[in-house]
């Protein structure tokens, strides 16, 4: 008798390896293929361009008519092209509702208010927002926010609250953010589990506890990028960076209109996507930070400083590895970080702030006040001033500054003996731009 057909040999190899095939399809490295070169090299140009008004490199108006910088490394710059930003580059957001508004619960206007504007138009200032507030474009934040250890400064613009509230964002280093970008929405959602499971579904009450939230967006994604977690991809905020920072309207994200100009229209997008995605190759280009140490006699220090970071507490949010991705320090979750953390404002077109009527726990509400992101601490020996708004110069400070559902651990960090403290302090440093 005739034995099977070779071709019975094949379908069967074929489907006793499928399962491998399939695991090596979607193991998470191996979807993701670095930039291409040429791409990260136009990238390049585009990402330290010094825009101009009707510049030949955009097809609209250019840059503006109002923004925050003239090119994406004057903010992004310390370490090289790509890393954090000082205290004067600091972005300012507002969230406005006008007792009229409240009173029919019509959503905030929130948004930047533009440090510049091209010539031939009026710059934004605060006045724009209410007629109580300075004409000032660029605030400093200790007339935001009383910084930690000074009184109110006298031109404190904070007065007008709740009509208005006035935030800034200090500018984080982009380093390594393609492997951020590679871990998938499931893993931030599996975090929030693994939080609510270990503290009991503990409800929204106990602030205390370190249970966080994956921020879904409107379209069902999960929030990765961003201090509020407000976009889910790189090459979402990159569109959002082009528009809200230079003005480059794009097809991804139209560029704002001025507040001293409501009605103005811009001709047409200034950025194709194109050169959207090029820059996304550029800042997907760049390195991880590292993890070295400064002179070998503190590695005992490093090593005992890294297991108290994780006995206070510290590593609840600040989660080593993320999915593949280790040595992130961050569960990419929403946490409440109490009153003085503070600081509504959206920095893109997010959604609304949520109703005060409803609780807070919905996971479709938009990030409230006092929700940040917890920041990857990948770098942060290197990107000083800390917190949302750089209003912690130190780690230290940044440290003692945690509120909410951080103060457990702040509390602990406290209560070391200023060796531990040390050592803890170590272990951080130990965290370097690439
Ligand atoms: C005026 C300073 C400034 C300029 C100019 C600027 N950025 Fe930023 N960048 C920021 C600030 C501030 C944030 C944090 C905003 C937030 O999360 O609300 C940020 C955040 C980002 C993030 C998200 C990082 C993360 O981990 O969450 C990316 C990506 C980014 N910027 C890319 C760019 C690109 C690309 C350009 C140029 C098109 C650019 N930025 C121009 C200040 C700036
Ligand atoms: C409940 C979650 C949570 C816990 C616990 C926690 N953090 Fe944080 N951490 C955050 C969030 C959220 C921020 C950002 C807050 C802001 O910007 O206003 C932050 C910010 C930081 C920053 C500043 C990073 C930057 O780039 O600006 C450092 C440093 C830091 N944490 C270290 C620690 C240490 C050390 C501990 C333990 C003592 C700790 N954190 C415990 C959530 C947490």
């Known amino acids: 008798m005739k034995g099977p057909h070779w071709s019975w040999y094949l379908l069967i190899a074929l489907v006793a390896l499928a399962p491998a095939g399939i695991r090596l399809m979607t193991w998470p490295g191996f979807k993701r293929q670095a930039p291409e070169p040429q791409m990260v090299q136009a990238g390049q140009t585009l990402f330290v361009h010094e825009w101009k008004a009707n510049d030949p490199l955009a097809s609209g108006d250019g840059l503006g008519p109002v923004y925050n910088a003239a090119s994406c490394v004057a903010c992004h710059n310390q370490g090289g092209p790509g890393g954090g930003g000082d205290l004067t580059h600091n972005v300012t957001t507002f969230v406005y509702q006008s007792d009229a508004e409240a009173a029919i619960r019509r959503n905030p206007r929130e948004g930047v208010v533009h440090a510049f504007a091209v010539n031939n138009f009026p710059r934004e200032t605060l006045n724009h927002l209410h007629s109580d507030l300075p004409a000032v474009s660029q605030p400093r934040l200790d007339t935001v926010i009383t910084l930690p250890g000074r009184t109110v400064s006298s031109n404190h613009c904070a007065v007008v609250r709740p009509v208005v509230q006035i935030s800034q964002r200090n500018t984080p280093a982009l380093f390594g953010a393609n492997l951020i970008d590679s871990i998938p929405d499931r893993v931030i959602i599996a975090n929030e589990k693994a939080q609510r499971l270990r503290w009991g579904f503990a409800p929204k009450k106990s602030e205390d506890l370190p249970v966080?939230?994956?921020?879904?967006?409107?379209?069902?994604?999960?929030?990765?990028?961003?201090?509020?977690?407000?976009?889910?991809?790189?090459?979402?905020?990159?569109?959002?960076?082009?528009?809200?920072?230079?003005?480059?309207?794009?097809?991804?994200?139209?560029?704002?209109?001025?507040?001293?100009?409501?009605?103005?229209?811009?001709?047409?997008?200034?950025?194709?996507?194109?050169?959207?995605?090029?820059?996304?190759?550029?800042?997907?280009?760049?390195?991880?930070?590292?993890?070295?140490?400064?002179?070998?006699?503190?590695?005992?220090?490093?090593?005992?400083?890294?297991?108290?970071?994780?006995?206070?507490?510290?590593?609840?949010?600040?989660?080593?590895?993320?999915?593949?991705?280790?040595?992130?320090?961050?569960?990419?979750?929403?946490?409440?970080?109490?009153?003085?953390?503070?600081?509504?404002?959206?920095?893109?077109?997010i959604p609304p702030l949520p109703n005060p009527n409803k609780p807070?726990?919905?996971?479709?509400?938009?990030?409230?006040?006092?929700?940040?992101?917890?920041?990857?601490?990948?770098?942060?020996?290197?990107?000083?001033?800390?917190?949302?708004?750089?209003?912690?110069?130190?780690?230290?400070?940044?440290?003692?500054?945690?509120?909410?559902?951080?103060?457990?651990?702040?509390?602990?960090?406290?209560?070391?003996?200023?060796?531990?403290?040390?050592?803890?302090?170590?272990f951080l440093q130990t965290f370097r731009a690439p």
């Open 212 to 349: 966080g939230r994956a921020l879904r967006l409107a379209d069902g994604r999960v929030g990765h990028f961003g201090w509020k977690a407000q976009s889910a991809s790189l090459a979402d905020f990159v569109q959002a960076a082009c528009a809200n920072e230079l003005g480059l309207g794009n097809p991804g994200q139209t560029q704002p209109r001025p507040l001293s100009k409501p009605y103005y229209q811009p001709v047409s997008y200034d950025l194709t996507l194109e050169q959207c995605d090029q820059i996304t190759a550029f800042v997907a280009s760049l390195p991880r930070p590292v993890e070295k140490l400064e002179k070998s006699s503190l590695c005992s220090d490093a090593l005992a400083g890294r297991e108290l970071f994780k006995s206070i507490g510290c590593a609840d949010c600040h989660t080593p590895n993320v999915g593949n991705v280790e040595g992130l320090y961050s569960d990419l979750l929403l946490h409440d970080m109490g009153q003085p953390l503070e600081g509504g404002g959206s920095y893109n077109d």
């Open 360 to 426: 807070p726990s919905d996971p479709n509400d938009p990030p409230s006040p006092g929700e940040w992101r917890t920041p990857p601490l990948w770098g942060v020996a290197d990107s000083a001033p800390y917190l949302h708004d750089g209003r912690a110069p130190t780690l230290e400070k940044a440290i003692e500054l945690h509120g909410g559902q951080g103060t457990r651990a702040a509390r602990n960090f406290a209560s070391l003996s200023k060796t531990e403290q040390g050592q803890v302090i170590v």
